[in-house]
């Protein structure tokens, strides 16, 4: 029997593997299925947007024989994208490789495990990407400030997002350990300005339940959140980690300066961050949304409001804690967005454990039924409690285990694009799918996808935070 080439098994990856991974991929991306991708004129890495942003104020009623309104003009931004770059790499060994000498067959049972595997871990990387990209991982929404020299509350603060991707951040640390800290920089979400506008803020995700987060700042570090109006939440964005030291009271934190894999210059959490396409809290929470302010902005640099997004917690306090689903708090960030839109969003995004909160909700008691019956000649049937599928107004709520606990995200998706420089695919720029390792006795390969996510209206989509979730 003849024995395969490498051309054969490329050949292989390219007729039975290329097509099933990007139509898997694409079917179970949660913002593939959501959003739609838009091919634009790219500028090297970039591509501009302009967005409507403001209208025409040259109208009025006047008088007759009076001078009719001055001219004025739509007003319009640029959001300036730039690619991110998510790879998934294989490798084939030798041997693997030697024994589809005689059969294609057996390389291509050998390759299935490789390639269901990579399809489901860029799956996953891509589908957290969604929510916490940029180092956005959640929010707090008490109203404490925090002094020069004084250090946070022991208990922490009220948290909903996803405090393990900011675990996962910190233990990048080139040196992990007890130590170990991030810094963040916390968005106040009523006017898009840093409430730790003074010094360095840092975070321990790894203290604490998982509706808490500790958060501690250097000696001259100031954070101010009781000036903070209505319901509004704050952001949590993780810049990199480093170490703490000195006292309480008197806290120091040195920025990690090992370079991490894949990065000459960046720490790990740092390049990770910066690598990163943006996400929904990102692209709604962020001070700056692509290339414009939302709120504090130096001269001459000018805010643009429309810009910002509605994101509130149920009950923002001066101690604050994560309290039980409201749907009169849910109706009221639909009146906003139909204040703000004109429309209703049409996608609910929750966590899983969010049907425990909302179940409840929809379960009622009559103490005058004690007890089931059955019509004794009927055929033999199932018992069954619980829900299915939930909506609310109208809206259907979807689960998304990677969106983050305490959190109802509500999304208009038509508002939404995926930007793509390339699509997703193999890389085979010379042709070749595979490429021999000079070190080893290997041959490697690899998948890649250049996009970002961008949401051009953030003012038509929403975040209610502070929702009790089990575990917490």
């Known amino acids: 029997m003849a024995s395969v080439s490498i051309s054969d098994l490329e050949a292989i990856l390219k007729d039975f593997y290329l097509g099933p991974i990007i139509e898997a991929l694409n079917s179970q991306l949660e913002m593939v299925d959501l959003f739609q991708k838009v091919t634009l004129d790219w500028s090297g890495k970039k591509v501009i947007i302009p967005i409507h942003v403001s209208r025409n104020t040259g109208t009025g009623f006047r008088g007759e024989g009076n001078t009719i309104p001055e001219a004025g003009k739509q007003g319009h931004v640029d959001l300036t994208i730039t690619a991110r770059y998510l790879y998934g790499r294989f490798s084939l060994t030798g041997p693997a490789i030697a024994s589809a000498k005689t059969t294609a067959n057996s390389f291509a049972t050998y390759v299935q495990t490789e390639m269901d595997g990579l399809v489901t871990d860029v799956k996953v990387l891509a589908n957290q990407n969604?929510?916490?990209?940029?180092?956005?991982?959640?929010?707090?929404?008490?109203?404490?400030?925090?002094?020069?020299?004084?250090?946070?509350?022991?208990?922490?603060?009220a948290f909903s997002g996803n405090k393990d991707v900011g675990l996962a951040l910190q233990n990048l640390d080139s040196v992990p350990g007890a130590t170990s800290r991030c810094s963040v920089n916390i968005v106040r979400l009523d006017d898009y300005t840093l409430a730790n506008a003074v010094g360095v803020m840092m975070a321990d995700f790894s203290t604490l339940s998982a509706g808490r987060l500790e958060l501690e700042p250097v000696a001259a570090g100031t954070l101010t959140l009781s000036t903070m109006s209505g319901e509004y939440a704050a952001m949590v964005q993780?810049?990199?980690?480093?170490?703490?030291?000195?006292?309480?009271?008197?806290?120091?934190?040195?920025?990690?300066?090992?370079?991490?894999?894949g990065s000459t210059t960046l720490p790990a959490a740092e390049a990770t961050i910066?690598?990163?396409?943006?996400?929904?809290?990102?692209?709604?929470?962020?001070?700056?949304?692509?290339?414009?302010?939302?709120?504090?902005?130096?001269?001459?640099?000018v805010d643009v409001p429309a810009l910002r997004s509605t994101i509130q917690a149920i009950d923002a306090k001066a101690v604050a804690t994560n309290d039980a689903l409201d749907f009169g708090r849910m109706q009221g960030i639909l009146d906003e967005l139909m204040i703000l839109g004109g429309e209703n969003p049409d996608c609910l995004y929750v966590h899983p454990i969010f049907r425990q909160e909302y179940a409840g909700?929809?379960?009622?008691?009559?103490?005058?039924?004690?007890?089931?019956?059955?019509?004794?000649?009927?055929?033999?049937?199932?018992?069954?409690?619980?829900?299915?599928?939930?909506?609310?107004?109208?809206?259907?709520?979807?689960?998304?285990?990677?969106?983050?606990?305490?959190l109802a995200v509500f999304l208009k998706t038509s508002t939404w694009c995926i930007t793509e420089l390339q699509s997703f695919g193999m890389a085979d720029l010379d042709g070749n799918v595979?490429?021999?390792?000079?070190?080893?006795?290997?041959?490697?390969?690899?998948?890649?996808?250049?996009?970002?996510?961008?949401?051009?209206?953030?003012?038509?989509?929403?975040?209610?935070?502070g929702i009790r979730f089990s575990g917490m």
């Not at 690598?275 to 902005?297: D, K, S």
């Open 130 to 157: 969604m929510w916490t990209g940029g180092g956005c991982v959640g929010f707090i929404h008490d109203r404490v400030d925090l002094a020069a020299g004084v250090a946070g509350p022991a208990a922490g603060f």
């Open 238 to 261: 993780v810049l990199g980690t480093g170490k703490r030291g000195g006292i309480a009271g008197a806290r120091t934190y040195t920025a990690d300066a090992v370079p991490g894999a």
């Open 274 to 301: 910066q690598a990163q396409a943006f996400g929904v809290y990102a692209n709604l929470g962020l001070q700056q949304h692509f290339g414009n302010f939302r709120g504090g902005a130096v001269a001459p640099a």
């Open 361 to 406: 909700l929809l379960t009622f008691t009559n103490a005058a039924v004690t007890a089931f019956s059955k019509d004794a000649q009927g055929p033999a049937g199932t018992a069954e409690a619980g829900f299915s599928a939930y909506a609310f107004a109208g809206i259907p709520v979807k689960m998304s285990r990677h969106c983050g606990k305490g």
């Open 434 to 465: 595979l490429s021999r390792l000079s070190d080893r006795d290997e041959w490697e390969g690899y998948v890649r996808w250049y996009y970002n996510m961008v949401c051009k209206e953030p003012n038509r989509n929403a975040i209610l935070c």
